[in-house]
């Protein structure tokens, strides 16, 4: 009963509540009177989906996760093999190493990604400067603002996958590269036709929940370029944060329901694909 009543009270409750508030015209004006509004059906919906902002941040996240979210898990897996590959000695430090941006503040990230792409003294200017490039203003860039996100937020993330990956490739007997060894395929073929079938259940778990992390993206384009420039980096879960802001409560939570059906759909959609056969 405890568990029930609290999970009533501060989980299903605000889900149902923000859920009929998305069909409705509630402001913030009207927080003080809230069955006095009015009912608009799916109008908030439409709303949503023909204003231009919105899509743009739609096509902004989808952009994120379509290059993040693969990247992503290239850099985990291939981190991990060299982990339980190649490196022997201080494992457990690189362990350590690539798993601590995961645990970081994104604040102290920030700081440290400003840094790194200053167009003035920046770490990765100066060096393009060593071969003579003249590298751009990353974040104040319409066609950098983004990669530059991705970039950070794959260095960011990939530690986390890479753990997951390295606990797979160590639960895969060593008996069944062997057996590929002895019957003549080469490393390549041993990973490709042997490991990374074997590595499905890893690879599901690492790109749904890669993939939902990244299709909620808010942290990097708020503390970053706060949606900038002229809102080639604003995401879903930005936007919708602004129109909380703005008071419009009815349209932000529809906003929300329409980044929750989009995330129950791809969810869907990768585990028919990476499913076991």
Known sequence: MPFVGLFLAFTAGPVLGSLGMSFTDIKQRD????????????GNYAKALQDETFRKAAFNTAYFVVIGVPLTLVVALGAAVLLDRGVKRFQALFKVGYYLPVVT?????AVIWRFVLSPDNGLVNTVLGWVGIDGPNWLASKTWAMPSLIAMAVWRNFGSAMIIFLAGLQGIPQSVEEAGQIDGAGSWQRFRYLILPLLRP???????????????????????????????TISISMYTYDQFGFGNYGLATSMAYILFVVIAVITFIQFRLLREK
């Not at 927080?31 to 799916?42: E, S």
């Not at 993939?211 to 949606?227: A, D, H, K, R």
């Open 31 to 42: 927080l003080r009177t809230p069955f006095g509004v009015n009912g608009v059906g799916f």
């Open 105 to 109: 503040s994104i604040v102290a990230i």
């Open 202 to 232: 890893t690879v599901l778990f690492t790109s749904v929940t890669t993939g939902i992390g990244y299709l909620q993206f808010f942290e990097e384009p708020f503390v970053m370029t706060q949606g900038g420039p002229l809102d080639s």
